[in-house]
């Protein structure tokens, strides 16, 4: 995705949740092989892999 496609949010999160998010980002770095992660790169991830979960559970419920 090219910078002309990204938005900036800021968001306030707690001290453990913050340690939490570099935890995973450290985790991403170690266990792929695609180079430096990002924080972005880990939230955007979680939110895709989420919102796959979410539609999943809405489709069985219809």
């Known amino acids: ?15 453990e949740t913050s340690d939490k998010l ?9 266990n792929t092989k695609i180079g430096r992660i990002y924080k972005g790169d880990v939230l955007t991830d979680i939110i895709e892999k989420s919102y796959e979960i979410m539609q999943k559970q809405k489709n069985l419920r219809r």
């Open 22 to 30: 570099e935890e995973i980002v450290e985790y991403y770095q170690e």
């Open 1 to 15: 995705m090219n910078d002309a496609q990204r938005i900036q949010l800021n968001v306030r999160v707690t001290k």
